[in-house]
T-cell receptor, first 115, second 116 residues
Framework: AQSVSQHNHHVILSEAASLELGCNYSYGGTVNLFWYVQYPGQHLQLLLK??????LVKGIKGFEAEFIKSKFSFNLRKPSVQWSDTAEYFC?????????????FGTGTKLQVIP | DAGVTQSPTHLIKTRGQQVTLRCSPK?????VSWYQQALGQGPQFIFQYYEEEERQRGNFPDRFSGHQFPNYSSELNVNALLLGDSALYLC???????????????FGPGTRLTVT
C-alpha cells in the first residue's frame, strides 16, 4: 500500500520569502501525485497534479512542484509567498494502474505567512 | 454552478447510535468519494461510488456503508458509532473519462461529526 510523508507540520514565513514544502511517498510502482490546498474557511481544492511527462508541474497561483522519481519526492515550491498563501497544504498519491485507485493523503503542512 | 454540497454541517451523536450524512456532487459529476479527516490528519479514503455501486473501498469497517442515488447524490451511513468516529467527513465528486479528470476531485465543506 502507498503512503505519504509530509515532514513539515507547521511553517512560518515572511512575505516574499521562498517556499518549499516537502513530500515523500512510498510505493513500488508508478504513481500519480497531487497537491491540495485548504485556505481558511474554504474547501479543499486541487493545486496541481502530476500524471506523466514533464516532472516539473505548474499549478495555480504561481505554485510548482517537481517529481523526482529517484527520491520518491514531489516537493511544492513558490518563489515568493504572499499573505494570501496562508493555508494548509496536503500532498497526495495514487498508484498509476488500471482502474480507479484510492488517493492517499499526507497529514498536511500548515503555512503561515506573516505580512 | 453549484459546487459539492453536504448536509448537515454539524452533528452530535451518542456512542452506539447511527448517522447518515448526505452529499450532492458538483453539476455534471457522477462519481462520489467519501473521506474521513480526523483532527490533525489528512483525509482518509472511505469509499467511492459510481453508477450506484461501490467501486473502491479503503480500510474502514463494515459499519461504514454508503449509497448512491440515480441523481448521483450519495449518503454515508455509520452504524454503532464509536468515540473514534468523531471527525470531519468530506465528500468529493469527479467525472470519469480520462484518468486525469477522474482524479480532479472537487471537495465539499464537510460534515463535522462529534460522538459523545
Amino acid at each position: 500500500a502507498q503512503s505519504v510523508s509530509q515532514h513539515n507540520h507547521h511553517v512560518i514565513l515572511s512575505e516574499a520569502a521562498s517556499l518549499e514544502l516537502g513530500c515523500n511517498y512510498s510505493y513500488g510502482g508508478t504513481v500519480n501525485l497531487f497537491w491540495y490546498v485548504q485556505y481558511p474557511g474554504q474547501h479543499l481544492q486541487l493545486l496541481l497534479k502530476y500524471f506523466s511527462g514533464d516532472p516539473l508541474v505548474k499549478g495555480i497561483k504561481g505554485f510548482e512542484a517537481e517529481f523526482i522519481k529517484s527520491k520518491f519526492s514531489f516537493n511544492l515550491r513558490k518563489p515568493s509567498v504572499q499573505w494570501s498563501d496562508t493555508a494548509e497544504y496536503f500532498c497526495a498519491v495514487t498508484p498509476n494502474s488500471g482502474g480507479y485507485q484510492k488517493v492517499t493523503f499526507g497529514t498536511g503542512t500548515k503555512l503561515q505567512v506573516i505580512p | 454552478d453549484a459546487g459539492v454540497t453536504q448536509s448537515p454541517t454539524h452533528l452530535i451523536k451518542t456512542r452506539g447510535q447511527q448517522v447518515t450524512l448526505r452529499c450532492s456532487p458538483k453539476s455534471g459529476h457522477d462519481t462520489v468519494s467519501w473521506y474521513q479527516q480526523a483532527l490533525g490528519q489528512g483525509p482518509q479514503f472511505i469509499f467511492q461510488y459510481y453508477e450506484e455501486e461501490e467501486r473502491q473501498r479503503g480500510n474502514f469497517p463494515d459499519r461504514f456503508s454508503g449509497h448512491q442515488f440515480p441523481n448521483y447524490s450519495s449518503e454515508l451511513n455509520v452504524n454503532a458509532l464509536l468515540l473514534g468516529d468523531s471527525a470531519l467527513y468530506l465528500c468529493a465528486s469527479s467525472t470519469p473519462g480520462k484518468r486525469e479528470r477522474l482524479y480532479e476531485q472537487y471537495f465539499g465543506p464537510g460534515t463535522r461529526l462529534t460522538v459523545t
